[in-house]
């Protein structure tokens, strides 16, 4: 009899050192403890990479602090006046819109193309899938620089194709034209992956049946591509126009491995003028006000393309 009962009482003490203290409490809750104890590690390490480095952001653009050594000062809005009065940050954003529209728009329309063609049941799909998708997960610093060979004023691929048609080599790094044109080219190759794996995703969410109910019907394919294709994909398409405007808004990986803002200032965007106020010119308050305004901008795209989009096609 002894035995058993102290079975009972190692059997219930099993479960936890707080059932030993609390049973009731611990029966009561031991689904919230249990989720507590596995999502813990990951909300202390969000608090204090991501959550920290945010709050910190914000707080940084309202105070004036240049330098290392130099003391934060508290200035209100000023840096925020700043940021919508300099000509110099109002034509970063707007460079930073202009060339990621023309990525986004690449993006969108060569990666709804790809994954038209992805979705073929043709043998091999799943190869030429991971083909699209390897410049998504490519080393951006590896592939910077290869691209960077390849447009190399003296013995780059580009001008020696161009010295084989007989045409005069370019100096690419002194023409806003084509270092837009290499920026544009090198992210669209980099993102367009990523976005035809969304269109994939949402093509592949269509019921088949559809199809082949509107083929009995006798509808042709342009047909059951415009009635049927197109309205499946709303849902996708609203995300895939706000991944998109994020990831064009936020463009800065080529800027800095390529361009680095060249020639004279012309393609320098958002995103790498902040970076050059924190690290460059040690101006952490305007670095953290340009850091607020994007997001704001960012967040505002997002709920209003949601509101206008979402309600209106019913999501």
Known sequence: MGKADNNKVSLS??????ARFFPGWYR???????????LGPILVYFLIFQGFPIIFGFLLGFFRW????????FCGLANYLTFFTEPMYL????RAFYIGSLVMAVNIGVGFAGAVLLNLPIRGRGVFRTIWYIPVVTSTVATSQMFL???????GVANRVLKQLGLTPVVWFYSTFWMVVWIVLYSSWRGIGFTAIL???GLQAIDPGLYEAAQIDGAGAWQRFWHI?????????????VTGFIGALQIFDPVLFISQGMPWGTT????YRIFRDFYGDFNFGMAGAGSVIVTLIIVAFTVATFRLLGERRGL
Request: proline letters at 5%; charged letters at 10%.
């Open 13 to 18: 003490g099993g479960a936890g050192g707080s």
């Open 28 to 38: 009561r809750h031991r689904e919230g403890v249990t989720a507590w104890l596995l």
């Open 66 to 73: 240049v330098g290392v050594t130099a003391a934060p000062e």
């Open 91 to 94: 034509l970063a954003l707007w």
């Open 149 to 155: 060979i390849f447009i190399d004023p003296s013995v």
């Open 199 to 201: 269109w994939l995703a």
């Open 229 to 241: 294709t197109i309205p499946g994909l709303k849902t996708i398409a609203i995300f895939v126009l």
């Open 268 to 271: 320098e965007v958002i995103i």
